[in-house]
Protein backbone atom coordinates (compact mmCIF):
# COMPACT_ATOMS: atom_id res chain seq x y z
CA UNK A 1 0.00 0.00 0.00
CA UNK A 2 2.98 2.36 0.38
CA UNK A 3 3.77 4.02 -3.07
CA UNK A 4 6.70 2.49 -4.36
CA UNK A 5 6.84 5.21 -7.54
CA UNK A 6 6.36 8.32 -8.04
CA UNK A 7 4.31 8.38 -11.67
CA UNK A 8 4.25 12.14 -11.49
CA UNK A 9 3.43 12.54 -14.60
CA UNK A 10 0.14 13.21 -16.45
CA UNK A 11 -1.42 10.79 -18.81
CA UNK A 12 -1.85 13.26 -22.36
CA UNK A 13 -4.79 10.74 -22.87
CA UNK A 14 -6.32 11.52 -19.67
CA UNK A 15 -6.32 15.48 -20.21
CA UNK A 16 -9.49 16.97 -20.80
CA UNK A 17 -11.27 20.58 -21.37
CA UNK A 18 -12.96 22.09 -18.91
CA UNK A 19 -16.27 21.61 -20.61
CA UNK A 20 -15.85 18.19 -21.26
CA UNK A 21 -17.47 16.04 -18.09
CA UNK A 22 -14.15 14.45 -16.12
CA UNK A 23 -17.39 11.79 -14.73
CA UNK A 24 -18.44 10.67 -18.56
CA UNK A 25 -15.02 7.98 -18.96
CA UNK A 26 -15.61 4.35 -17.61
CA UNK A 27 -12.14 2.70 -17.39
CA UNK A 28 -11.18 -0.32 -17.30
CA UNK A 29 -11.16 -0.92 -13.54
CA UNK A 30 -8.69 -3.78 -13.36
CA UNK A 31 -7.97 -7.59 -12.84
CA UNK A 32 -9.49 -8.23 -9.45
CA UNK A 33 -13.18 -8.49 -8.71
CA UNK A 34 -15.54 -11.17 -7.36
CA UNK A 35 -13.59 -14.08 -7.55
CA UNK A 36 -10.75 -12.70 -5.09
CA UNK A 37 -14.03 -11.51 -2.71
CA UNK A 38 -15.27 -14.68 -3.14
CA UNK A 39 -12.30 -16.49 -2.01
CA UNK A 40 -11.61 -14.37 1.14
CA UNK A 41 -15.43 -13.64 2.51
CA UNK A 42 -16.01 -17.06 2.27
CA UNK A 43 -16.18 -18.42 6.17
CA UNK A 44 -15.86 -21.76 4.86
CA UNK A 45 -12.23 -21.91 3.69
CA UNK A 46 -9.09 -20.95 6.17
CA UNK A 47 -5.62 -19.67 4.89
CA UNK A 48 -6.51 -17.34 1.82
CA UNK A 49 -4.71 -14.70 2.53
CA UNK A 50 -1.68 -16.45 3.69
CA UNK A 51 -2.26 -18.36 0.20
CA UNK A 52 -2.12 -15.42 -1.59
CA UNK A 53 0.61 -13.46 0.60
CA UNK A 54 3.07 -16.58 -0.33
CA UNK A 55 2.40 -16.47 -4.28
CA UNK A 56 3.59 -12.89 -4.66
CA UNK A 57 6.70 -11.88 -5.43
CA UNK A 58 9.23 -10.55 -3.29
CA UNK A 59 10.57 -7.64 -3.23
CA UNK A 60 14.84 -7.15 -1.88
CA UNK A 61 15.09 -4.61 1.48
CA UNK A 62 18.30 -4.53 3.72
CA UNK A 63 18.50 -3.53 7.59
CA UNK A 64 20.23 -5.24 10.20
CA UNK A 65 17.66 -8.35 10.86
CA UNK A 66 17.03 -9.21 7.29
CA UNK A 67 20.67 -9.38 6.33
CA UNK A 68 21.67 -11.75 9.14
CA UNK A 69 22.67 -14.79 8.66
CA UNK A 70 21.25 -17.54 11.10
CA UNK A 71 23.41 -18.64 14.09
CA UNK A 72 25.62 -21.27 13.47
CA UNK A 73 25.79 -22.20 17.81
CA UNK A 74 23.16 -23.65 18.25
CA UNK A 75 23.33 -26.73 16.02
CA UNK A 76 19.58 -26.58 15.78
CA UNK A 77 18.07 -27.41 12.53
CA UNK A 78 15.05 -25.53 10.34
CA UNK A 79 11.79 -27.18 10.74
CA UNK A 80 9.94 -25.16 8.19
CA UNK A 81 11.65 -22.92 6.66
CA UNK A 82 15.28 -23.59 4.58
CA UNK A 83 16.92 -20.23 4.97
CA UNK A 84 19.53 -20.93 2.84
CA UNK A 85 16.92 -19.87 0.61
CA UNK A 86 15.55 -17.22 1.86
CA UNK A 87 18.78 -15.34 2.92
CA UNK A 88 20.69 -16.47 0.07
CA UNK A 89 20.90 -12.37 -1.19
CA UNK A 90 21.14 -11.12 1.77
CA UNK A 91 24.45 -12.24 2.60
CA UNK A 92 26.30 -9.36 3.37
CA UNK A 93 30.28 -9.67 3.72
CA UNK A 94 30.45 -5.71 4.47
CA UNK A 95 27.38 -5.77 7.39
CA UNK A 96 30.32 -5.08 10.59
CA UNK A 97 30.11 -1.33 8.52
CA UNK A 98 26.53 -1.20 8.06
CA UNK A 99 25.30 1.74 9.57
CA UNK A 100 22.48 1.33 12.06
CA UNK A 101 20.05 3.95 13.99
CA UNK A 102 20.67 3.65 18.12
CA UNK A 103 17.32 4.00 20.16
CA UNK A 104 15.00 3.33 16.75
CA UNK A 105 14.04 -0.13 17.57
CA UNK A 106 15.01 -0.21 21.05
CA UNK A 107 14.13 -1.37 24.40
CA UNK A 108 13.05 1.35 27.23
CA UNK A 109 15.32 -0.58 29.63
CA UNK A 110 15.33 -3.44 32.69
CA UNK A 111 12.18 -3.44 33.81
CA UNK A 112 9.87 -1.83 30.91
CA UNK A 113 7.87 -4.57 29.77
CA UNK A 114 9.16 -6.75 27.55
CA UNK A 115 12.72 -5.61 28.27
CA UNK A 116 14.99 -8.42 27.54
CA UNK A 117 17.45 -10.02 30.30
CA UNK A 118 21.37 -9.35 29.85
CA UNK A 119 22.23 -12.13 28.00
CA UNK A 120 25.83 -13.47 29.04
CA UNK A 121 27.10 -16.20 26.28
CA UNK A 122 25.66 -17.65 23.87
CA UNK A 123 23.11 -16.72 20.71
CA UNK A 124 21.53 -13.46 22.03
CA UNK A 125 18.66 -14.52 19.81
CA UNK A 126 18.01 -17.70 21.36
CA UNK A 127 18.14 -16.33 24.38
CA UNK A 128 15.96 -13.90 23.89
CA UNK A 129 13.17 -16.25 22.74
CA UNK A 130 13.34 -18.43 25.43
CA UNK A 131 12.98 -15.22 27.43
CA UNK A 132 9.90 -14.34 25.45
CA UNK A 133 8.69 -18.35 25.89
CA UNK A 134 9.36 -17.94 29.92
CA UNK A 135 7.18 -14.56 29.87
CA UNK A 136 4.44 -16.29 27.84
CA UNK A 137 4.41 -19.22 29.99
CA UNK A 138 3.89 -17.21 33.54
CA UNK A 139 1.11 -14.96 31.82
CA UNK A 140 -1.02 -18.23 30.90
CA UNK A 141 -0.21 -19.32 34.69
CA UNK A 142 -1.68 -16.07 35.94
CA UNK A 143 -4.82 -15.80 33.70
CA UNK A 144 -7.76 -18.27 34.43
CA UNK A 145 -8.75 -18.40 30.98
CA UNK A 146 -5.44 -19.39 29.54
CA UNK A 147 -4.13 -21.58 32.06
CA UNK A 148 -2.62 -24.59 30.82
CA UNK A 149 -3.06 -23.00 27.18
CA UNK A 150 0.39 -22.26 26.07
CA UNK A 151 2.47 -25.57 25.38
CA UNK A 152 6.61 -24.34 26.33
CA UNK A 153 7.99 -27.07 23.68
CA UNK A 154 5.63 -26.42 20.80
CA UNK A 155 6.54 -22.79 21.05
CA UNK A 156 10.23 -22.86 21.14
CA UNK A 157 9.96 -25.99 18.19
CA UNK A 158 7.89 -23.34 15.92
CA UNK A 159 10.14 -20.02 17.17
CA UNK A 160 13.33 -21.09 16.95
CA UNK A 161 16.82 -18.33 16.24
CA UNK A 162 16.70 -19.60 12.46
CA UNK A 163 13.16 -20.14 12.37
CA UNK A 164 12.94 -16.85 13.31
CA UNK A 165 15.62 -15.10 11.08
CA UNK A 166 13.61 -16.52 8.31
CA UNK A 167 10.17 -15.49 9.05
CA UNK A 168 11.74 -11.78 9.49
CA UNK A 169 12.77 -11.93 6.50
CA UNK A 170 9.69 -13.46 5.01
CA UNK A 171 8.16 -10.60 6.21
CA UNK A 172 9.93 -7.96 5.16
CA UNK A 173 10.20 -9.52 1.61
CA UNK A 174 6.70 -9.49 1.96
CA UNK A 175 5.97 -6.35 2.99
CA UNK A 176 4.20 -4.61 0.19
CA UNK A 177 1.52 -6.93 0.44
CA UNK A 178 0.29 -6.41 3.81
CA UNK A 179 0.96 -3.80 6.92
CA UNK A 180 4.44 -2.44 5.45
CA UNK A 181 4.63 -0.17 9.19
CA UNK A 182 8.15 -1.73 10.00
CA UNK A 183 11.12 -0.10 9.29
CA UNK A 184 13.42 -2.31 8.31
CA UNK A 185 16.98 -0.39 7.70
CA UNK A 186 16.67 0.26 11.16
CA UNK A 187 14.55 -2.82 12.58
CA UNK A 188 16.82 -5.04 14.81
CA UNK A 189 15.19 -8.28 16.26
CA UNK A 190 18.13 -7.96 19.18
CA UNK A 191 16.57 -4.98 20.15
CA UNK A 192 13.08 -4.86 19.62
CA UNK A 193 10.82 -5.02 22.38
CA UNK A 194 9.69 -8.60 22.72
CA UNK A 195 5.89 -8.39 21.84
CA UNK A 196 7.21 -6.78 18.78
CA UNK A 197 9.74 -9.47 17.76
CA UNK A 198 6.61 -11.63 18.57
CA UNK A 199 4.37 -10.29 16.53
CA UNK A 200 6.87 -9.61 13.67
CA UNK A 201 7.63 -13.25 13.77
CA UNK A 202 4.20 -14.68 13.23
CA UNK A 203 4.02 -12.36 10.51
CA UNK A 204 6.43 -13.66 8.80
CA UNK A 205 5.29 -17.10 9.62
CA UNK A 206 1.84 -16.58 8.38
CA UNK A 207 3.87 -15.28 5.41
CA UNK A 208 5.82 -18.49 5.05
CA UNK A 209 2.52 -20.57 4.15
CA UNK A 210 3.11 -23.69 2.54
CA UNK A 211 0.55 -25.53 1.63
CA UNK A 212 0.53 -29.28 2.03
CA UNK A 213 3.48 -29.34 4.22
CA UNK A 214 3.37 -31.41 7.10
CA UNK A 215 4.56 -28.72 9.31
CA UNK A 216 2.97 -25.31 7.75
CA UNK A 217 4.20 -22.74 9.47
CA UNK A 218 1.14 -20.45 8.89
CA UNK A 219 -0.66 -23.24 10.38
CA UNK A 220 1.21 -24.19 13.46
CA UNK A 221 1.40 -19.88 14.32
CA UNK A 222 -2.10 -19.98 14.56
CA UNK A 223 -2.17 -22.27 17.61
CA UNK A 224 -0.10 -19.35 19.73
CA UNK A 225 -3.32 -16.73 18.88
CA UNK A 226 -5.00 -16.90 22.27
CA UNK A 227 -1.83 -16.84 24.45
CA UNK A 228 0.04 -13.86 21.64
CA UNK A 229 -2.96 -11.43 21.74
CA UNK A 230 -3.68 -11.10 25.00
CA UNK A 231 0.03 -11.04 25.69
CA UNK A 232 0.82 -7.96 23.27
CA UNK A 233 -2.49 -6.12 24.25
CA UNK A 234 -1.14 -6.20 28.04
CA UNK A 235 2.19 -5.56 27.35
CA UNK A 236 0.44 -2.15 25.77
CA UNK A 237 -1.40 -1.39 28.06
CA UNK A 238 1.48 -1.44 30.64
CA UNK A 239 3.07 0.84 28.96
CA UNK A 240 -0.09 3.42 28.32
CA UNK A 241 0.00 2.81 32.37
CA UNK A 242 3.21 4.39 32.13
CA UNK A 243 2.42 7.68 31.14
CA UNK A 244 5.69 8.19 29.72
CA UNK A 245 4.43 9.46 26.57
CA UNK A 246 3.50 8.27 22.51
CA UNK A 247 7.84 7.50 21.71
CA UNK A 248 7.19 4.93 24.26
CA UNK A 249 4.32 3.27 23.06
CA UNK A 250 4.76 3.13 19.11
CA UNK A 251 6.64 -0.20 19.25
CA UNK A 252 3.97 -1.85 21.47
CA UNK A 253 1.52 -0.01 19.33
CA UNK A 254 3.13 -1.65 16.24
CA UNK A 255 2.73 -5.47 17.99
CA UNK A 256 -0.62 -4.75 18.44
CA UNK A 257 -1.67 -3.91 14.87
CA UNK A 258 0.51 -6.48 13.25
CA UNK A 259 -1.62 -8.71 15.69
CA UNK A 260 -5.25 -7.21 15.07
CA UNK A 261 -4.07 -7.75 11.37
CA UNK A 262 -2.93 -11.40 11.84
CA UNK A 263 -6.60 -11.46 13.69
CA UNK A 264 -8.49 -10.09 10.70
CA UNK A 265 -7.47 -12.87 8.88
CA UNK A 266 -9.07 -15.74 10.78
CA UNK A 267 -12.74 -16.49 9.88
CA UNK A 268 -13.51 -18.19 13.08
CA UNK A 269 -16.15 -15.67 14.81
CA UNK A 270 -15.09 -15.72 18.56
CA UNK A 271 -11.12 -14.79 17.32
CA UNK A 272 -12.70 -11.87 14.97
CA UNK A 273 -14.46 -10.45 17.76
CA UNK A 274 -12.10 -10.60 19.96
CA UNK A 275 -9.61 -8.39 17.87
CA UNK A 276 -11.90 -6.53 16.44
CA UNK A 277 -14.33 -5.56 19.57
CA UNK A 278 -11.62 -5.85 22.24
CA UNK A 279 -8.21 -4.95 21.12
CA UNK A 280 -8.95 -2.59 18.29
CA UNK A 281 -10.59 0.12 20.19
CA UNK A 282 -7.18 0.19 22.60
CA UNK A 283 -5.19 0.77 19.87
CA UNK A 284 -7.39 3.09 18.12
CA UNK A 285 -7.80 5.21 21.45
CA UNK A 286 -3.72 5.08 21.64
CA UNK A 287 -4.15 6.76 18.16
CA UNK A 288 -6.93 9.51 19.12
CA UNK A 289 -5.27 10.31 22.28
CA UNK A 290 -2.08 10.98 20.79
CA UNK A 291 -3.10 12.70 17.30
CA UNK A 292 -1.62 10.22 15.49
CA UNK A 293 -3.52 10.83 12.24
CA UNK A 294 -2.70 14.66 12.31
CA UNK A 295 0.96 13.87 12.35
CA UNK A 296 3.33 16.06 9.45
CA UNK A 297 6.64 16.20 8.11
CA UNK A 298 8.48 19.03 8.07
CA UNK A 299 10.97 20.28 5.98
CA UNK A 300 15.03 19.92 6.97
CA UNK A 301 13.82 16.23 9.55
CA UNK A 302 16.85 14.65 10.00
CA UNK A 303 16.70 10.70 9.06
CA UNK A 304 15.76 9.32 13.26
CA UNK A 305 13.02 12.41 13.54
CA UNK A 306 11.83 11.33 10.00
CA UNK A 307 11.61 8.02 10.30
CA UNK A 308 10.01 8.86 14.20
CA UNK A 309 7.49 10.52 12.23
CA UNK A 310 6.75 8.58 9.40
CA UNK A 311 6.16 5.41 12.21
CA UNK A 312 3.36 7.29 13.55
CA UNK A 313 1.45 8.32 10.21
CA UNK A 314 1.63 4.52 9.04
CA UNK A 315 0.83 2.80 12.31
CA UNK A 316 -2.66 5.18 12.26
CA UNK A 317 -3.09 4.98 7.99
CA UNK A 318 -3.06 1.39 8.39
CA UNK A 319 -5.70 0.86 11.96
CA UNK A 320 -7.52 3.29 9.87
CA UNK A 321 -7.76 0.78 6.49
CA UNK A 322 -7.85 -2.19 8.64
CA UNK A 323 -10.97 -0.24 10.62
CA UNK A 324 -12.76 0.45 6.82
CA UNK A 325 -12.37 -3.28 5.66
CA UNK A 326 -13.71 -4.33 9.05
CA UNK A 327 -16.32 -2.33 8.78
CA UNK A 328 -17.27 -3.79 5.21
CA UNK A 329 -16.61 -7.60 5.95
CA UNK A 330 -18.33 -7.20 9.68
CA UNK A 331 -20.98 -4.28 9.68
CA UNK A 332 -19.03 -3.46 12.70
CA UNK A 333 -19.61 0.49 12.96
CA UNK A 334 -16.25 2.33 11.86
CA UNK A 335 -14.36 3.39 15.12
CA UNK A 336 -11.94 5.84 13.14
CA UNK A 337 -13.29 8.58 11.28
CA UNK A 338 -12.05 10.11 7.61
CA UNK A 339 -11.91 13.80 8.99
CA UNK A 340 -9.73 12.73 11.31
CA UNK A 341 -7.35 11.69 8.95
CA UNK A 342 -5.83 15.23 8.11
CA UNK A 343 -2.48 14.04 8.58
CA UNK A 344 -0.13 13.05 5.64
CA UNK A 345 -0.50 9.74 3.75
CA UNK A 346 2.83 7.53 3.97
CA UNK A 347 5.56 8.40 2.05
CA UNK A 348 6.52 6.67 -1.25
CA UNK A 349 8.33 3.47 -0.42
CA UNK A 350 11.85 4.73 -2.04
CA UNK A 351 12.13 7.50 0.78
CA UNK A 352 11.29 5.09 3.24
CA UNK A 353 13.75 2.19 2.35
CA UNK A 354 16.56 4.15 2.29
CA UNK A 355 19.47 2.30 4.23
CA UNK A 356 21.80 5.33 5.18
CA UNK A 357 20.80 8.76 6.10
CA UNK A 358 23.26 10.09 3.24
CA UNK A 359 20.64 7.94 1.11
CA UNK A 360 17.72 9.30 2.48
CA UNK A 361 18.89 12.40 1.83
CA UNK A 362 19.05 11.93 -1.92
CA UNK A 363 16.14 10.43 -2.26
CA UNK A 364 13.61 12.79 -0.19
CA UNK A 365 15.04 15.71 -2.49
CA UNK A 366 15.28 14.17 -5.64
CA UNK A 367 11.36 12.55 -5.37
CA UNK A 368 10.13 15.91 -5.07
CA UNK A 369 6.46 14.60 -4.01
CA UNK A 370 3.88 16.63 -2.92
CA UNK A 371 2.72 15.55 0.08
CA UNK A 372 -0.66 13.79 0.15
CA UNK A 373 -3.81 13.84 2.63
CA UNK A 374 -6.29 11.35 2.81
CA UNK A 375 -9.04 13.58 4.14
CA UNK A 376 -8.32 16.27 1.17
CA UNK A 377 -8.54 13.55 -1.38
CA UNK A 378 -11.61 12.22 -0.44
CA UNK A 379 -13.04 15.79 -0.19
CA UNK A 380 -11.86 16.34 -4.03
CA UNK A 381 -13.29 13.39 -5.11
CA UNK A 382 -16.47 13.94 -3.97
CA UNK A 383 -17.07 17.08 -4.09
CA UNK A 384 -19.91 19.40 -6.25
CA UNK A 385 -17.06 20.95 -8.54
CA UNK A 386 -14.88 18.44 -10.25
CA UNK A 387 -12.11 21.05 -12.41
CA UNK A 388 -10.01 20.40 -14.88
CA UNK A 389 -7.06 21.64 -12.31
CA UNK A 390 -8.51 19.16 -9.64
CA UNK A 391 -8.72 16.14 -12.04
CA UNK A 392 -4.94 16.51 -12.95
CA UNK A 393 -3.46 17.04 -9.57
CA UNK A 394 -5.21 14.10 -8.32
CA UNK A 395 -4.07 12.45 -11.42
CA UNK A 396 -0.45 12.52 -9.35
CA UNK A 397 -2.07 9.81 -7.43
CA UNK A 398 -0.16 6.39 -7.56
CA UNK A 399 -2.58 2.99 -6.68
CA UNK A 400 -1.68 2.97 -3.48
CA UNK A 401 -2.76 6.62 -2.28
CA UNK A 402 -5.81 5.24 -4.82
CA UNK A 403 -5.95 1.65 -2.69
CA UNK A 404 -6.10 4.04 0.70
CA UNK A 405 -9.53 5.70 -0.92
CA UNK A 406 -11.11 2.72 -1.78
CA UNK A 407 -10.83 1.71 1.87
CA UNK A 408 -11.79 4.92 2.89
CA UNK A 409 -15.22 4.86 0.75
CA UNK A 410 -16.36 1.63 2.97
CA UNK A 411 -17.55 3.91 6.31
CA UNK A 412 -19.02 6.14 3.61
CA UNK A 413 -20.61 3.52 2.38
CA UNK A 414 -22.10 1.74 5.17
CA UNK A 415 -22.87 5.41 7.01
CA UNK A 416 -25.20 6.22 3.64
CA UNK A 417 -26.96 3.23 4.25
CA UNK A 418 -27.34 2.91 7.86
CA UNK A 419 -28.61 6.88 8.31
CA UNK A 420 -30.82 6.30 5.29
CA UNK A 421 -29.41 9.54 3.47
CA UNK A 422 -31.86 11.26 0.50
CA UNK A 423 -30.89 10.01 -2.97
CA UNK A 424 -28.82 12.97 -4.14
CA UNK A 425 -26.16 11.71 -1.85
CA UNK A 426 -26.25 8.34 -3.02
CA UNK A 427 -25.85 9.97 -6.49
CA UNK A 428 -22.84 12.31 -5.57
CA UNK A 429 -21.15 8.78 -3.92
CA UNK A 430 -21.26 6.92 -7.69
CA UNK A 431 -20.29 10.16 -9.24
CA UNK A 432 -17.40 10.14 -6.84
CA UNK A 433 -16.36 6.16 -7.47
CA UNK A 434 -16.62 7.21 -11.19
CA UNK A 435 -14.30 9.65 -10.65
CA UNK A 436 -11.61 7.16 -8.69
CA UNK A 437 -12.69 4.91 -11.77
CA UNK A 438 -10.39 7.61 -14.50
CA UNK A 439 -8.07 7.87 -11.17
CA UNK A 440 -7.01 4.26 -10.95
CA UNK A 441 -7.15 4.03 -15.05
CA UNK A 442 -4.25 6.63 -15.49
CA UNK A 443 -2.47 5.70 -12.50
CA UNK A 444 -2.01 2.08 -13.80
CA UNK A 445 -1.23 2.92 -16.93
CA UNK A 446 1.80 5.10 -15.82
CA UNK A 447 2.91 2.30 -13.83
CA UNK A 448 5.78 0.65 -15.75
CA UNK A 449 4.57 -3.12 -17.02
CA UNK A 450 7.20 -4.89 -14.93
CA UNK A 451 6.45 -3.18 -12.03
CA UNK A 452 2.81 -3.96 -11.60
CA UNK A 453 3.55 -7.21 -9.94
CA UNK A 454 4.78 -4.80 -7.40
CA UNK A 455 1.28 -3.87 -6.69
CA UNK A 456 0.52 -6.11 -3.60
CA UNK A 457 -3.24 -5.80 -1.73
CA UNK A 458 -3.50 -2.55 -3.65
CA UNK A 459 -4.40 -4.45 -6.86
CA UNK A 460 -7.52 -5.50 -5.22
CA UNK A 461 -8.73 -2.10 -4.99
CA UNK A 462 -10.87 -2.52 -8.31
CA UNK A 463 -12.67 -4.86 -6.58
CA UNK A 464 -13.60 -3.16 -3.99
CA UNK A 465 -14.73 -0.40 -5.48
CA UNK A 466 -16.95 -2.13 -8.06
CA UNK A 467 -18.49 -4.12 -4.59
CA UNK A 468 -19.17 -0.69 -3.09
CA UNK A 469 -21.43 0.39 -6.21
CA UNK A 470 -23.26 -2.91 -5.72
CA UNK A 471 -23.85 -2.09 -2.16
CA UNK A 472 -25.43 1.05 -2.93
CA UNK A 473 -27.20 -0.26 -5.93
CA UNK A 474 -29.10 -2.95 -3.67
CA UNK A 475 -29.90 0.13 -1.27
CA UNK A 476 -30.83 2.50 -3.28
CA UNK A 477 -33.32 -0.08 -5.31
CA UNK A 478 -35.08 -1.44 -2.71
CA UNK A 479 -33.35 -4.90 -3.04
CA UNK A 480 -31.70 -4.64 0.45
CA UNK A 481 -34.16 -6.65 2.34
CA UNK A 482 -33.27 -9.80 0.35
CA UNK A 483 -29.88 -9.99 2.45
CA UNK A 484 -29.71 -10.13 5.97
CA UNK A 485 -26.25 -7.98 4.88
CA UNK A 486 -28.25 -5.04 4.63
CA UNK A 487 -29.73 -5.11 8.09
CA UNK A 488 -26.48 -3.88 9.13
CA UNK A 489 -26.07 -6.30 12.54
CA UNK A 490 -22.35 -7.09 12.93
CA UNK A 491 -21.43 -10.41 12.11
CA UNK A 492 -17.52 -11.99 12.55
CA UNK A 493 -17.99 -14.98 10.12
CA UNK A 494 -17.91 -12.72 6.98
CA UNK A 495 -20.99 -14.93 6.36
CA UNK A 496 -23.30 -12.31 5.59
CA UNK A 497 -21.45 -10.35 3.51
CA UNK A 498 -20.34 -13.72 1.62
CA UNK A 499 -23.95 -14.36 0.59
CA UNK A 500 -24.46 -10.71 -0.80
CA UNK A 501 -21.30 -11.23 -3.19
CA UNK A 502 -22.25 -14.70 -4.16
CA UNK A 503 -25.37 -13.41 -5.24
CA UNK A 504 -23.78 -11.07 -7.33
CA UNK A 505 -21.99 -14.16 -9.26
CA UNK A 506 -24.10 -14.24 -12.32
CA UNK A 507 -23.18 -10.46 -13.35
CA UNK A 508 -20.48 -10.07 -16.18
CA UNK A 509 -19.38 -6.56 -15.79
CA UNK A 510 -17.06 -7.09 -12.69
CA UNK A 511 -13.58 -6.93 -13.15
CA UNK A 512 -11.74 -10.24 -13.30
Not at 109 to 132: H, K, M, Q, W
Not at 246 to 251: F, N, Q
Not at 304 to 315: A, G, V
Request: hydrophobic share 40%.
Amino acid sequence: MDCAYSWLCNDPSHRQSPAEPVDSKKPDPGKLGLPFLLRNFDSTTEFENERDAAQQPESIVGGPSTRMSPESNTGERMAFVDPAMLLSNYIDPFLDTYLRLDDVYDDLGSGAPGSPALIVSGDTLEGRLDLLSQELEIYSLRKPKLSGSFQRESFQSLFTSENVRAFVVAFSRKRHYHLPIIHWPTFDILKAPLPLLLSVAMMGAAFSHTPGAENDPAVQVRTFHSISGPYIFSSLQKQIDLNSGIDSLLEYCQAALLMIGLGAWMKDEETRRTFLCKYRPKLTRVIRDHQLAQVEHEDGETWPSFIRKELKIRLASWTFYIDCLATLSTNHPPLLLLSEMCGQSPCIAGIWDAETEEDFLKRRAEAGVTSHRLVDQMSELMSDDWTEAQHLECSQLSPYHLHAMSCAFMPVVFNLHASKFPESHSAALFRALDRWDLLWDSAFKQMPEDQRKWLGVARNSPGLIWLSRRILDAGRGGEAKKWRYFQRIPSYTTADVFEFVRSLDGEQNYPV
